[in-house]
C-alpha cells in the first residue's frame, strides 16, 4: 500500500468522531421534499452541504434552482486531462418521518444506540453523502486528489427527481465525466461487499374515485348508492390473480426473462425465504410463482398499493357511505418496461373493470425505466479491488429492487455508467421509522471509497 493511501487510511481513522459529529448536524434538518412547509429547511440543507464542499476545498460550489428544489455542484479538477472524472451523486432530501409515535427517539434528534446512529436520513441517504465527502477528504490530506472529482447532488430523489432530467440534459459539459459513482445502495450484511449492477424503474400512480356528490348516511343509503371504498378495493384486488401475477393487460409483454447464467449469480446471494422473514417480521412471504424470493425482489416487476384512504378513519364510529376513494399504487419495472406504457396499461385496467356507478382519475406521481450496468468496466473492477481491500473478500453483485432515476438519466444524457455502491443495510429501516445507519460499516464504506479513488488513479 502506498505511502499515501496510507496516510490516507489513518486519517479516516483517527476523525472518525468527527466525521459522525458533522453527519449528526447535517440529520438535524428535517429536509422533507414532499413537504412544501419544508422549503426552507431544504435549502438550508443545500447550503449546509454547498458549506461542508467549500470546506473541502471542492471548487465552483454553486447551489443552482431548478423549477423544485436546488441541486449543489461542485468539482476538483486539478488532477489534468488524463486523469479519470468521477461525478459523484448524492441527495440531501429524505422521506417524510411518519408515523412519529413509532419512532424510540427523535426522527431529526440524531441519537447513536450500541453501534448504530438512528435520524432519518440516517442511511438514505445523508450517511452516504457524508461517507463520499469525508474519503475525498481523507485522500486530499494525504496529497492531490489523484482523479478530477464532479458533485452532482440533488434534493428531489424521495419524489421521483422530476427535475433532474432536464438539469442533467441542460448542464452535459459541466457535468461531463467518465462515470459515475452512486452511493444510493447498500450491501446484504456487515460482513459482506456488495455491488448492485442493476436497478428497478419506477411507475407511481393515485388512483381517484367518485361517488355521491357528498358523504351519505350508511343506513339510509347503503345498498342504493355503490360504495366508493368497496369498488376500490375490488379493482385493486383484482391487479393480481393467485399466482401473484400482476394483471395490468399487457404488463409482461417487455419483460425479457433472466438467463440461466443470471439466475445461477442470484442464487449465489446469501438471501432466502428464512432471511427475509427475519428482515420483516412476515407470518409467510407471498409473491409470483416460480421464482425465488431475491429473483422476485430485483428481476421481476411488482404492483404494490402504497396506501388506501377512505370515508371515516378516526376513533370511534360514524356510519358513513364515503363520496370518495383514494389509493397510491406503485410499479417496480425491469429493463425494456416503460412508465408511459405501463400508465396505460393501467388506464385500460380501469376503463375494463370499473362499473359504471362511478367514476375514476388517475394522477401521475413518477416514473423512471430500470437500468442495468456494466459488470466488467474499470471502474466497477476498481471498487471490486477496494472492496476486497477493506473486506477481505470479493464482493457479490446483485440486482436492486428500489429505483434510483439518476442512474438511467446518466446512461441517457451523459452516456456513462453508474459504480452503484453504498453502504446501507437490509435492516436499516429505510423510509420507516427508527431509520438507522450502521456505523462500523459507514466507517468501512469510507475507506472502501479512498482506496476506489486509489485504485482509478492507476
Known amino acids: 500500500m502506498s505511502d499515501r493511501r496510507?496516510?490516507?487510511?489513518?486519517?479516516?481513522?483517527?476523525?472518525?468522531?468527527?466525521?459522525?459529529?458533522?453527519?449528526?448536524?447535517?440529520?438535524?434538518?428535517?429536509s422533507v421534499s414532499t413537504d412544501p412547509e419544508r422549503k426552507a429547511d431544504m435549502l438550508r440543507a443545500a447550503e449546509w452541504v454547498a458549506g461542508k464542499m467549500r470546506n473541502l476545498g471542492i471548487e465552483n460550489v454553486q447551489v443552482m434552482p431548478t423549477p423544485g428544489h436546488p441541486v449543489v455542484y461542485g468539482e476538483h479538477l486539478r488532477a489534468g486531462s488524463k486523469a479519470k472524472t468521477m461525478l459523484v451523486y448524492g441527495h440531501y432530501d429524505v422521506q417524510p418521518a411518519e408515523p412519529l409515535d413509532l419512532w424510540e427517539s427523535g426522527a431529526f434528534d440524531p441519537t447513536v444506540r450500541g453501534d448504530n446512529l438512528y435520524a432519518r436520513g440516517a442511511t438514505d441517504m445523508k450517511g452516504q453523502v457524508m461517507a463520499a465527502l469525508k474519503a475525498i477528504e481523507a485522500v486530499m490530506s494525504a496529497g492531490p486528489l489523484p482523479i478530477n472529482v464532479k458533485f452532482l447532488i440533488e434534493g428531489e430523489e424521495e419524489i421521483g427527481s422530476p427535475s433532474l432530467g432536464a438539469f442533467i440534459a441542460g448542464h452535459k459539459d459541466l457535468l461531463a465525466c467518465d462515470f459515475a459513482l452512486n452511493p444510493d445502495s447498500g450491501i446484504l450484511d456487515p460482513e459482506l461487499p456488495t455491488i448492485t449492477y442493476a436497478l428497478r424503474g419506477l411507475a407511481y400512480f393515485e388512483i381517484r374515485l367518485y361517488g355521491p356528490s357528498q358523504d351519505l348516511h350508511s343506513g339510509v343509503f347503503g345498498g342504493v348508492v355503490h360504495n366508493p371504498a368497496q369498488v376500490l378495493c375490488e379493482l385493486i384486488a383484482g391487479m393480481h390473480d393467485d399466482q401473484g401475477h400482476v394483471t395490468l393487460p399487457g404488463f409482461y409483454d417487455s419483460v425479457?426473462?433472466?438467463?440461466?447464467?443470471?439466475?445461477?449469480?442470484?442464487?449465489?446471494?446469501?438471501?432466502?425465504?428464512?432471511?427475509?422473514?427475519?428482515?420483516?417480521?412476515?407470518?409467510?412471504?407471498?409473491?409470483?410463482?416460480?421464482?425465488?424470493p431475491v429473483e422476485r425482489t430485483g428481476g421481476r416487476p411488482t404492483l404494490e398499493v402504497n396506501g388506501l384512504l377512505s370515508g371515516f378513519t378516526g376513533e370511534g364510529s360514524k356510519t358513513v357511505l364515503p363520496a370518495r376513494a383514494m389509493a397510491k399504487v406503485s410499479c417496480r419495472l425491469v429493463p425494456d418496461q416503460d412508465p408511459e406504457v405501463v400508465y396505460q396499461q393501467l388506464l385500460r385496467y380501469l376503463e375494463a373493470k370499473a362499473p359504471k356507478t362511478v367514476r375514476y382519475e388517475v394522477?401521475?406521481?413518477a416514473g423512471s425505466p430500470a437500468s442495468i450496468s456494466d459488470r466488467h468496466s474499470p471502474a466497477i473492477q476498481a471498487i471490486q479491488k477496494a472492496m476486497e481491500a477493506v473486506w477481505g473478500i470479493p464482493p457479490v453483485f446483485r440486482r436492486e429492487g428500489g429505483s434510483v432515476p439518476v442512474v438511467v438519466q446518466f446512461q441517457t444524457h451523459l452516456g456513462v455508467e453508474s459504480v452503484n455502491v453504498g453502504f446501507a443495510l437490509p435492516g436499516d429501516n429505510m423510509h420507516a421509522p427508527n431509520e438507522k445507519i450502521h456505523l462500523p460499516t459507514w466507517a468501512r464504506g469510507i475507506d472502501t471509497l479512498v482506496h476506489f479513488i486509489y485504485n482509478l488513479s492507476q
Open 6 to 30: 496510507n496516510a490516507a487510511i489513518q486519517f479516516a481513522h483517527e476523525n472518525r468522531q468527527r466525521f459522525l459529529n458533522e453527519l449528526q448536524e447535517i440529520l438535524t434538518i428535517p
Open 363 to 365: 394522477i401521475k406521481h
Open 256 to 292: 425479457h426473462p433472466m438467463s440461466a447464467e443470471e439466475r445461477a449469480e442470484l442464487a449465489r446471494l446469501p438471501v432466502n425465504e428464512a432471511s427475509y422473514l427475519a428482515q420483516t417480521g412476515a407470518k409467510a412471504l407471498w409473491g409470483e410463482t416460480g421464482y425465488t
